[in-house]
């Protein structure tokens, strides 16, 4: 069974940091992409940023220069390092795994619980 938990999401103020952490199952870490995505009340799921099993990044606009995206293979873990928080910011934020088609022809794509983060004005 595939399991995804994340923590370390909280209350910060306007210019703060904050680090999640999302703990992974450890025959699927490093297979297929892992990324974060955000939901704010109101608001559709957007994502935040991906990392590839080799490593290779990607950010939404709105993070790049603020936010960086990691794993650490060893301890199954990926990170989001989230610094200059604002506002708008402030959402549930989710850890998802996408596996590939040639690793599975059941489910492919895998959520955490969530970890809420709120950035105060």
């Known amino acids: 069974q595939v399991q995804l938990v994340e923590s370390g999401g909280g209350l910060v103020q306007a210019g703060g940091s904050l680090r999640l952490s999302c703990a992974a199952s450890g025959w699927i870490f490093g297979i297929g992409v892992m990324g974060w995505f955000r939901q704010a009340p109101g608001k559709q799921r957007e994502l935040v940023a991906t990392?590839?099993?080799?490593?290779?990044?990607a950010y939404t606009d709105s993070v790049k220069g603020r936010f960086t995206i990691s794993r650490d293979s060893p301890k199954n873990t990926m990170y989001l390092e989230m610094n200059s928080l604002k506002p708008e910011d402030t959402a549930v934020y989710y850890c998802n795994i996408k596996l590939p088609p040639w690793y599975t022809s059941g489910q492919r794509d895998y959520w955490g619980q969530g970890t809420q983060v709120t950035v105060s004005s």
């Open positions: 990392i590839t099993s080799s490593g290779s990044t």
